[in-house]
């Protein structure tokens, strides 16, 4: 259901002669976890800045909460939280301290604001550590304290900047785990931006691949995948216990089904690529022709395989299936 809290119309950003944006419409609804995918240089960061009111638009707007960025942008950074790459703080203060720093500089009332500062760092998994002084903190710590920064501030909508850069894999993964915890429990928008196609697949709704300032798609995995992969969007790969002593009648047989487009047939192995997913189809099929079915897998696209196609296989534009902006 569509209920946006972000909607960016035709925005655009020239930095001198760089076209740095290049006419980007897109909307983010309220609850979301949306990735802005795409190599270094892509205009990621300017189109976070411009989200924030901290770039101006050489065109176009974006809209935050119902705010104009540009217009007020103060009013949107009451609503908004900003992680960038790094988060600095003072390292000789205990993170505790930082936090309580932050939460006077933002106006939260001197009653309130010690209790806070505790729940928030519970929150992010630093209770244990709170006293430590930040000048002491690992990389997955910090970032973890950049998001206390962020929470205590109590924003609608999160926006973090390459947050697992430098992050060691085990930090990564608890990391992406607690922003999505955090999201769902608090309702929050998320809106991060990576290189990293895996992390991004583990955490994000939807993503949006940018290339040279041009959105040139979005959408969940499936989406992307299907709009990619076009008619063989879906494979069923599926194990038989015997092997097949009628392997072209099988074939002839499946190719009946409404949607499959191939089909590969090994020893013990059925591969079928469908314009949709008709797996119980082929395998209703299949037990009723008499096999004994030992294992079904889907194999789903992952954006992987979407980014290959885009950046390395180089696919022309005009063979891309879904309408580029
Ligand atoms: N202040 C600036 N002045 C001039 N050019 C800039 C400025 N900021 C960014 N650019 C250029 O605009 C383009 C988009 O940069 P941007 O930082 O938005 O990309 P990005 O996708 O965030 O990349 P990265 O992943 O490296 O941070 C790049 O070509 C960059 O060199």
Redo the contacts with the bound molecule.
């Keep these: 259901m569509e209920n946006p809290i972000i909607e960016l119309d035709g925005l655009t950003k020239y ?2 002669v ?1 076209k ?2 290049d006419n980007l419409s897109l909307k983010i609804n309220k609850g979301e976890i949306f990735g802005l995918l ?10 976070i800045l411009m989200m924030l009111g901290l770039a101006e638009p050489s065109a176009g707007q974006a809209v935050v909460c119902g705010i104009n960025a540009t217009r007020n942008p103060v009013a949107v950074r009451r609503k908004v939280g900003y992680l960038p790459d790094s988060a600095g703080f003072y390292d000789n203060m205990t993170a505790l301290d930082n936090l309580l720093y932050i939460g006077r500089l933002n106006g939260i009332a001197e009653q309130e604001i010690a209790g806070r500062a505790k729940k928030t760092m519970e929150m992010v998994g630093l209770g244990a550590e709170m006293y430590k002084k930040t000048g002491a903190y690992s990389r997955g710590m910090k970032q973890r304290l950049g998001l206390a920064d962020l929470l205590i501030r109590e924003p609608d909508v999160m926006i973090l900047d ?1 947050p697992t850069l430098g992050i060691d894999p085990s930090g990564i993964r608890d990391f992406l785990h607690l922003i999505r915890q955090l999201s769902m429990e608090q309702e929050l928008t998320v809106i991060l ?1 990576s ?1 990293h196609l895996h992390q991004m697949q583990q955490i994000c709704d939807r993503v949006g691949i ?1 290339v040279e ?1 041009r959105l040139l798609a979005e959408g969940n995995i499936e989406t992307l995948s299907g709009s990619l992969f076009g008619k063989d969007s879906y494979v069923t790969q599926i194990t038989v216990r015997e092997a097949l002593s009628a392997p072209e009648e099988v074939e002839r047989q499946l190719r009946r089904l409404e949607g499959v487009t191939s089909i590969t047939i090994g020893a013990d192995t059925i591969e079928v690529s469908c314009s949709t997913d008709i797996t119980p189809d082929i395998v209703g099929f299949l037990v009723q022709y008499g096999l004994n079915i030992t294992g079904v897998h889907k194999k789903e696209y992952g954006l992987d395989e979407i980014y290959h196609r885009f950046f390395e296989n180089n696919i022309k534009k005009e063979n891309i299936q879904w309408e580029a902006r």
């Design positions: 930095y001198g760089k740095a944006v795409g190599p270094n240089g892509a205009g990621k960061t300017t189109t390459e931006s290189h940018f300032g």
